[in-house]
Nanobody
């Protein structure tokens, strides 16, 4: 059973930065795309950023130029560097990993609050 453990959330002022980390453990097979989703109160969960095993990245339009996603394949770890944070970035952020046969795994979520 794959487990995803997230860390790095918290409270930050507008314009500030946070770095989220997510480590996958318990996997006996290759983990393909890893990424981050977020869900704000009263809204649907949305994809924020993703990175393939080969390093191809994808971002939702609202975070382009502000967020960076990287990964360490050897450690099955993915990072989300969030800069120039805005109040509308406030949400619970979930790590996601894709395994063989379209298997999906989720972390427990970490709260990011952007407020002055």
């Amino acid at each position: 059973q794959v487990q995803l453990v997230e860390s790095g959330g918290g409270l930050v002022q507008p314009g500030g930065s946070l770095r989220l980390s997510c480590a996958a453990s318990g996997s006996r097979f290759t983990i393909y795309t890893m990424g981050w989703y977020r869900q704000a109160p009263g809204k649907q969960r949305e994809s924020v950023a993703a990175i393939t095993r080969s390093g191809i990245t994808m971002f939702t339009d609202s975070v382009k130029g502000r967020f960076t996603i990287t990964r360490d394949n050897d450690k099955n770890t993915v990072f989300l560097q969030m800069n120039s944070l805005k109040p509308e970035d406030t949400a619970v952020y979930y790590c996601n990993a894709q395994g063989p046969a379209a298997a999906q795994y989720w972390g427990q979520g970490t709260q990011v609050t952007v407020s002055s």
